[in-house]
């Protein structure tokens, strides 16, 4: 299971998880229903089987910031550049100023969102593994005024997509770019004229739709390091079609965190995306999508 380290990953203890409120359907009926010590042993599982792939850093959690765990949603992060949440909710703004002094201290340039531009990174906001294109979900969360004010600070093509159905409330729930150019993803989690335009930019064989079960098991909220996958479960037939194109698949049960509406990509966030393209080379080709200058 070694590989070359090349990939690095924030992730944060769950010392302080719980579900303590309902702010997306999975939380509905979960409030103090998660056990911590199995929480405490899945997440272990997924960071040391992520340890075997990639670099894993961590950062403490903070007593009252429940969410924290899932810092996915911390930032984007773009070579030397981390775009900062702003999350919606109040329950979850008190995160911020931890995230942003631990990025700044990692000597990343930390930028931030008007308080009326609701951002939550990478949760909503995933880089394409075949081109320069960042694929931004809005409609739950994020809000669409996002995307020209990313696109103009990272210099990159933004496509955005309308997110339909809200227990897939952030991108990264339905949505899976993957090495090698496929994707994973749920379309019904999506409104038609997103559908169209997923399947206008990816090629059919490179686009793998999964079934509402798999949805549902967050089998697209998945951690991918090279050529590998790790996620809570997928069906045989998905797993199936994941190895047919080269993944190694590696499921890892992620209940506790299911009930708060996360599991393996939740709980991480890469720290070491690249620039694919020099500054300004990359225009945009897409109605939806968008550049503006920095």
Known sequence: MKTQHR?????????????????????????????????????????DALGELAEVREMPGVPGVPDMVFTANAALVLGD??????????????????????????????????????FEGAGDALLDRHGEVLWMGYGHRTDVRAAPMVAGWLDVEVQSLKLADARFYHLDTCFCPLEGGYLMYYPGAFDLASQQVIARRVPAARRIAVEL?????????????????LLN???????????????????????????AGGAAKCLTLKLS?????????????????????A
């Open 81 to 118: 550049t981390a775009v900062l949440s702003r999350f919606r909710h109040a329950e979850r703004q008190a995160e911020e100023p931890h995230f942003a002094r631990w990025l700044a201290d990692q000597g990343l340039r930390v930028l931030r969102m008007p308080d009326e531009i609701a």
């Open 273 to 293: 995306e690249p620039r694919r393209h020099a500054s300004g080379t990359s225009g945009t080709s897409d109605p939806g999508a968008m550049r503006l200058s």
């Open 7 to 47: 990939d690095v990953f924030l992730m944060c203890a769950p010392t302080h998880f719980e579900v303590s409120y309902v702010i997306n359907p999975w939380m509905a009926g979960n409030v103090a229903a998660a056990d911590p010590q199995l929480a405490a042993r899945q997440w272990q599982a997924l960071r």
């Open 233 to 259: 479960r997928a069906s045989t037939g998905l797993r199936q079609q994941l190895e047919g194109r080269g993944f190694t698949v590696h499921e890892l049960p992620l209940s506790e965190f299911m009930r």
């Open 213 to 229: 079960d798999d949805a549902l098991a967050f089998a697209c909220n998945t951690v991918n390091a090279g050529r590998h996958v």
